[in-house]
């Protein structure tokens, strides 16, 4: 992937468009990981910017961002298709870590006392980190 793809993928959008991402990242955010977990190398970075773009006191343009980036994450299209062993996380994994890095600074401590949390309790989650 080159930048311009990433570029073109991290578009914060319209207000309208952060609000049906938010809608498609809160309902498909932690069956994804799940699936992931094993393929993300920075999983609780990736949780604790879950947090941040759901959180109403981060700045709008941060969290359309990061709600791009996450829609990448959890929608079924995609340049690699996931469902490829190793490979199919690469692309997600160069897009979310281009939008870490862009907003770096905005994800706080309180994102990654949630994150840490949600990784501890999730069954899901939790069951799946033991398994590996």
Do not use: N
Request: charge should be negative; hydrophobic fraction near 45%; aromatic fraction near 10%.
């Amino acid at each position: 992937m080159d930048d311009v793809k990433i570029g073109e993928i991290l578009l914060p959008g319209d207000e309208e468009t952060q609000g049906r991402r938010e809608k498609q990242v809160k309902a498909k955010f932690w069956p994804t990981l799940k699936r992931a977990m094993r393929q993300v190398p920075f999983s609780r970075d990736l949780v604790a910017a879950y947090y941040c773009a759901i959180d109403p006191q981060t700045p709008t343009r941060v969290r359309g961002l990061l709600l791009a980036a996450l829609a990448y994450f959890v929608l079924p299209f995609d340049f690699v298709p996931d469902f490829f062993a190793v490979v199919g996380y690469t692309d997600d994994i160069a897009v979310l870590a281009t939008a870490l890095r862009m907003i770096q600074g905005h994800i706080a401590d309180r994102h990654y006392d949630a994150a840490d949390e949600a990784l501890g309790t999730h069954p899901d989650i939790k069951a799946d980190m033991h398994k590996a």
